[in-house]
């Protein structure tokens, strides 16, 4: 009997849901290597192995099966073929532009554990998605507001949530759309160099990103009266400044996001609140001239009348801080736990935290590669962003769920 690879589900499933793979049809105990890999939208290779074993039956699945040492990953780990992929291109990040399409995983597997492994096997295909069927994609166009809604299947009203990413510009589909797929309507926002945007920005304007939150709010099928605010890095200081500044905003989840302003000024009506101050006499260079910033940004706290400390005692929403600890662009975990005792001096119970051992500054959505060392968000050189794959990997898988009970929660017990 040829051997033959099953997954489940069968042909196609979300990104962010676990797949089951069983390959059947081997000898008894018989010695194999699997190997994952998948090409970006730029046509890059993300690759991952494990070295394996079958039962004594012949069959291999890898819910029950560990992996062995010398592969990319080893114990039971039944995604480990897709966390641990990693660019054959150094310090490359797997992005999806073009969520309506799948990424292509391949799955082959390979006589024994030699390096290289020996003949093919068997091989198999498997698409995973960002849009589940039936959840719509809409460019938004209105007003000055650049972005994407993507709204669940059916005429129901849907808690809604502004997904803002961090510095770099630009539109990020991937983490809204698989939101929506979770019962959201998710506008993922633009808010700089992206169609007729402004390439670079020296000032933001609140104003823009109220303009997003009454859009939102005037949805026919966006569910009132509030929304929520999903944030990385900069647009973790943004989401806390709406909160703080803005109505309306219920919920909002930080992921890495500093607690003051940072890099670029942002004003509200007359007031303008300047960017934390920075320190680049603090960086440290490593081998390969990578840099580390990561004391670069001076602590929001300690800075003798700083102005850019957002005043989150101001905010009445629920807030959620997800902080990693290994965060070598800011100081997550410290920011986070200091705003939480800042917040409990003022007699707030509105906060709660989730620290991450082991996570960098980059925290996606479950089972996209680490991306441990890139280009860094403000100086534009490669530079440590932190992490350490499986704690990475572990975080992904609990936090995602984290956030939309969050928002679950916020949004729809009103």
């Not at 480990?80 to 799948?102: E, M, S, Y």
């Not at 609140?273 to 006499?281: D, V």
Request: with cysteine.
């Amino acid at each position: 009997m040829a051997a033959s690879i099953r997954f489940s589900p069968a042909a196609r499933s979300l990104f962010d849901e676990p797949l089951g793979i069983t390959v059947q049809g081997l000898g008894p105990r018989q010695q194999v290597t699997l190997r994952t890999s998948l090409r970006d939208e730029a046509g890059e290779l993300f690759q991952a192995h494990g070295r394996y074993q079958a039962a004594d039956d012949g069959e291999l699945d890898l819910a029950r099966c560990p992996a062995l040492p010398g592969g990319s990953f080893s114990g039971l780990e039944p995604m480990g073929l897709l966390w641990a992929l990693q660019p054959r291109k150094p310090f490359w990040r797997l992005v999806k532009k073009d969520v309506q399409t799948p990424f292509r995983l391949r799955l082959e597997v390979l006589e024994g554990h030699g390096d290289p492994p020996g003949q093919l096997l068997a091989q198999a295909e498997h698409e995973r998605l960002f849009l589940r069927d039936g959840v719509r994609r809409v460019p938004v166009r209105e007003g000055r507001i650049r972005a994407t809604l993507f709204l669940p299947p059916g005429e129901d009203l849907f808690p809604g949530i502004i997904d803002i990413d961090g510095l770099g510009g630009g539109l990020r589909e991937s983490r809204a759309s698989l939101l929506a797929n979770h019962g959201f309507a998710t506008l993922a926002l633009a808010y700089y160099n992206y169609e007729d945007l402004p390439q670079d920005v020296t000032k933001l304007h609140l104003e823009y990103f109220e303009e997003a939150v009454n859009y939102m709010l005037q949805h026919p099928q966006v569910k009132g009266p509030g929304i929520g605010l999903l944030g990385f890095s900069k647009g973790g200081d943004l989401s806390l400044s709406m909160a703080s500044f803005l109505k309306n905003i219920t919920a909002v989840a930080t992921i890495n996001g500093p607690v003051a302003n940072t890099i670029i000024p942002l004003s509200y009506k007359d007031k303008i609140i300047p960017s934390l101050p920075i320190n680049q006499q603090y960086n440290k260079h490593y081998d390969d001239n990578i840099l580390d910033f990561s004391d670069a940004p001076l602590d929001p706290f300690q800075v003798p009348g700083n102005q850019s400390l957002i005043p989150i005692e101001k905010a009445e929403a629920h807030l959620l801080f997800i902080a990693g600890q290994d965060d070598h662009v800011i100081n997550s975990e410290y920011f986070a736990t200091e705003t939480c005792k800042h917040l409990q001096a003022q007699g707030k119970e509105n906060f709660q935290i989730l620290i991450y051992p082991g996570v960098g500054h980059c925290l996606d959505p479950p089972f996209f590669p680490l991306y441990p060392i890139g280009n860094h968000p403000v100086f534009q050189k490669r530079a440590v962003l932190g992490g350490e794959l499986m704690a990475y990997s572990k975080a992904q898988v609990h936090a995602w769920p984290q956030i939309q009970a969050f928002f679950h929660k916020y949004l729809n017990d009103k």
